[in-house]
T-cell receptor
């Protein structure tokens, strides 16, 4: 079974721009969660989607948004990029709704904002 | 609010030594879930174990073992006979109603196994 895939793997953007990251979950998994990882703040939960609906959202500004498609693939969008948005963005999938179950993570997208 | 503390920032041991990674948590919930994940240099987090608050049985999986003690709010992870491939950052995480069922992560412990 193919694992969780994330594209692109690396991205360099300029302040003020917007960016879209993509995540394809393991086949059959309907839950996709997004996390931000930075050296300063560590791992932080962004949001979770299950069956195309946002089920939970972390404490991030509205510039961070996401969506999930009918095939469970998910995208995350960050608008008006700030330097502090530079991070590793990780996507995880699960067969069950919620993050209280085993999650399978992708390799991440390394976003650098200059 | 829920909190996870991994006080050991970095641990370095020689191969074949046993090593224990500490995890202390805080929660007001009676029902909660604890996790350990491994993050090798490739960056991809790998699930190791999930434990709910009603199951205090210790678990062993090969060279890995976990000690869950509610009395001390700890969920420690031991690697027996460590190997170089165990080198990674290990994260402890907690989820429950108190965190609106979001995963609260510890800061991670970087484990270096020297040959």
């Amino acid at each position: 079974k193919a694992g969780v895939t994330q594209t692109p793997r690396y991205l360099i953007k300029t302040r003020g721009q917007q960016v879209t990251l993509s995540c394809s979950p393991i086949s059959g998994h309907r839950s996709v969660s997004w996390y931000q990882q930075t050296p300063g703040q560590g791992l932080q939960f962004l949001f979770e989607y299950f069956s195309e609906t946002q089920r939970n959202k972390g404490n991030f500004p509205g510039r961070f948004s996401g969506r999930q498609f009918s095939n469970s693939r998910s995208e995350m969008n960050v608008s008006t990029l700030e330097l502090g948005d530079s991070a590793l963005y990780l996507c995880a999938s699960s067969s069950m709704e919620g993050v209280t179950y085993e999650q399978y993570f992708g390799p991440g997208t390394r976003l650098t904002v200059t | 609010a829920q909190k996870v503390t991994q006080a050991q920032t970095e641990i370095s041991v020689v191969e074949k030594e046993d090593v224990t990674l500490d995890c202390v948590y805080e929660t007001r919930d009676t029902t909660y879930y604890l996790f350990w994940y491994k993050q090798p240099p490739s960056g991809e987090l790998v699930f190791l174990i999930r434990r709910n608050s009603f199951d205090e049985q210790n678990e062993i999986s090969g060279r890995y073992s976990w000690n869950f003690q509610k009395s001390t709010s700890s969920f420690n992870f031991t690697i027996t006979a460590s190997q170089v491939v165990d080198s990674a950052v290990y994260f402890c995480a907690l989820s429950g109603r108190d965190s609106n069922y979001q995963l609260i992560w510890g800061a991670g412990t970087k484990l270096i196994i020297k040959p």
